[in-house]
């Protein structure tokens, strides 16, 4: 679906807004939207909402080999998907530009600072290594995809566990969740991008961009930070030129921000952990808000299924009895069976078809796929009894040849016997059987 | 609020109710759903089933490209996204079967030449999960506002190896069952609109899960209709 066109109207007030230090959802400059965070039933799994834009995180894991230049450490792979329920105008072959852009600067992020300790992932040097899978899918977009993305990766990764190993001179032991608690990822530190917005070449600045104000921006200022106030990535685009002290500014509120955020998500990570521990309920459901006139719940519910036999009988005795079942398969050779016969050819009669006239054997047609010795107790057609190849049509393009099993057991007998069987009325000529089946 | 209550008290009740010949495998697990949760679809509704749970959004009746478009009704499409890795052949599978269903009851006549476009994402999958997509599908086109000529559920039965019947089965069960049957089954006689099976069955263990399917989407459908009344109410 093509995006609503932004109309003339809109932009400018927006603009206008800005320019009054005015946001339309009655934000501050510097004021983040509500981040809001839940975890799933299984490991790795986390949604989390940055105002109305929400976006869904899954880890996992695997066993494979290390790569040949790196034979020590683990592997990461990042995977941003922009679902298509979370714009309608986010089509399968369209979105290809924003989502190198924010696939390339979340992996910056997260693989080239190093926040987790790849060689922690190595289990036997040069064989095996975890790779370690990031998905993230945004659901709804409701503007600063990556700021949210880059929550719900770190999170992730942080609440994911993976399963325990043992290394016992050559033997490996995996053991299953079952047998021993899986064990944490080893995260030295957690960093989370920032985006600065930027309006009328660069004059006035927002934080966090809903989605109105990012189709108004200029340009995008993104700074990737951990708590430690360690830049871990920064990236500016859309072309506009900022001031030195403009950028130190930006990095000064990521700071803030960046410690704001991560408090929220350490809160998070043990709220979550203290609940599983305690053994409480857990999970999406527990997380969906009962207040809400939009969402509802019902506990488990007992079906009787007592009188489930007599329905069932009373269906069965009414109903026609099923049609004639198929005859008993034959047994060829091992491998090739026939049930039933083919229905007449509908190509039609083939030319030069009185050589084959002797073949009239009572049985069905008998293409042999693979040229061991026939079932004797089977009646087969004779066309064996001749030695030499049988010509059925004089065409120039293709010569169609049948081949004698019984001389040469190796040899496959793939020709059509229509011609062969045209005098027998009551046989149904096949031309491969296989593939008149599957037209019939 | 106070409907909650009622029903929860009312299923109270029905739990001393016997359960009949099969044992306590037949019970469907605590559902929830949330519906107008995203603000970019037309339509959305996550559904959750015990520890699955499917997100569902809509779009629609919206613009449809000249090269999907039909002249006498709407064009719906379905698409489901697993939770990790690329969407493969199972995907595949799914989304038709979703799609015959929706199509079976969606009154596409009166929208032609435009595309209604059912987006589902797995949120968490603990078995049962094509009932539960039906399910998620369902509320999000009444979210929506899709004209339908009913409303329809998704109900799984798993069958032992020794005959027994489970409904609603969980990951585990599956994995152990002889054979999975999915239902979906619509609002208004409960008839069958689609079905799909994976296994070895007789065919009186097949009329026998689609009766119990029917019986358990009574329950189905009166939670559909409590959500509703309690999204709809003035109170």
Redesign the interface.
Known sequence: MKETPMSNCERRFLLRAIEEKKRLDGRQTYDYRNIKISFGTDYGCCIVELGKTRVLGQVSCELVSPKLNRATEGILFFNLELSQMAAPAFEPGRQSDLLVKLNRLLERCLRNSKCIDTESLCVVAGEKVWQIRVDLHLLNHDGNIIDAASIAAIVALCHFRRPDVSVQGDEVTLYTLEERDPVPLSIHHMPICVSFAFFQQGTYLLVDPSEREERVMDGLLVIAMNKHREICTIQSSGGIMLLKDQVLRCSKIAGVKVVEITELIQRALENDQKVRKEGGKFGFAESMANQRITAFKMEKAPIDTSDVEEKAEEIISEAEPPSEVVSKPVLWTPGTAQIGEGIENSWGHLEDSEKEDEDEGGSDEAVILDGVKMDPGVEVSNIGSQDAPIVLSDSEEEEMIILEPDKNPKKIRTQTISATQVKAASKKPVKKRKKKRAAN | ?EG?MQ??SK?RV??G??????G?G????????????????DG?A?F?QG?T?V???V?GP??VKVSKEIFNKATLEV?L?P???LPGVAEKSRERLIRNTCEAVVLGALHPRT?I?V?L?V??D?GSLLACCLNAACMALVDAGVPMRALFCGVTCALHSDGT?M?DPTAKQEKEARAVLTFALDSVERKLLMSTTKGLYS??EL??C???AQ??ST?VFR?YR??LQ??Y?KS
């Open positions: 609020m909650a029903t929860e299923i029905d739990s109710t016997e359960h009949g010949p099969r306590p037949c019970s469907l697990r605590h559902f929830a759903c949330e519906q107008n949760l995203l603000s970019r679809p959305s996550s959750l520890d749970s997100l569902a959004g779009y919206a613009e698409i996204r939770k990790t890795g595309s476009t987006v994402q949120v968490s603990a019947l409904l065919d009186a009329q026998q689609l009766a119990a019986t358990a329950h939670f409590e959500s309690r999204r109410s």
